[in-house]
């Protein structure tokens, strides 16, 4: 009897035994699995970090040289200011006279109709029409640039 008993004790011992056996092949298999994964995860990690210094480099190369044409851009800007070229209070005093003549144009389109035998008036006025169309011209010009 006790040997029968000692035999099932090993017997059940031996299917633990392969159980587990198993598990331990799968679990080496996960490790392996997983220890692949890592290596190509830190080599992806690697080529980043080599994509990111070249891209900092880059963006240094590129800040400097934007910071070197905002300068160029002042110096440019203040040239055309000492020489009057498309200065901002230049266009600001050609948008006011073109306003003021626009203004002066929309009160005496009155005028003209109700005096339309005065040939002087009217022909002073469509004169002014003339010169407020052309400085509105010039202005848009300046203001684009």
Same mark, same amino acid.
């Given at each position: 009897m006790q040997t029968e008993i000692i035999k099932?004790?090993?017997k059940e011992k031996i299917i633990l035994d392969k159980e587990q056996q198993k598990i331990i092949a799968e679990l080496d298999k996960t490790i392996d699995r997983l220890e692949k994964e890592l290596q190509e995860v830190k080599n992806i990690d690697k080529n980043?970090?080599?994509?990111n210094g070249l891209l900092r480099k880059d963006v240094e190369k590129? #800040? $400097?040289?934007?910071?070197?044409?905002? /300068?160029e851009n002042q110096i440019i800007r203040e040239g055309n200011?000492?020489?009057?070229?498309?200065? #901002? $209070?230049?266009i600001d005093e050609v948008k /006011?006279?073109?306003?003021d003549m626009t203004e002066t144009i929309k009160v005496a389109e009155p005028l003209v109709?109700?005096?339309?035998?005065?040939?002087?008036?009217?022909?002073?006025?469509q004169g002014l029409i003339r010169f407020n169309t052309r400085l509105n011209e010039i202005y848009k010009k300046l203001k684009k640039n």
């Open positions: 099932k004790k090993i980043h970090q080599r994509i590129y #800040t $400097k040289e934007n910071e070197q044409l905002k /300068k200011d000492y020489l009057g070229i498309y200065s #901002t $209070k230049l /006011k006279l073109n306003d109709k109700r005096n339309n035998k005065n040939i002087m008036f009217m022909t002073s006025i």
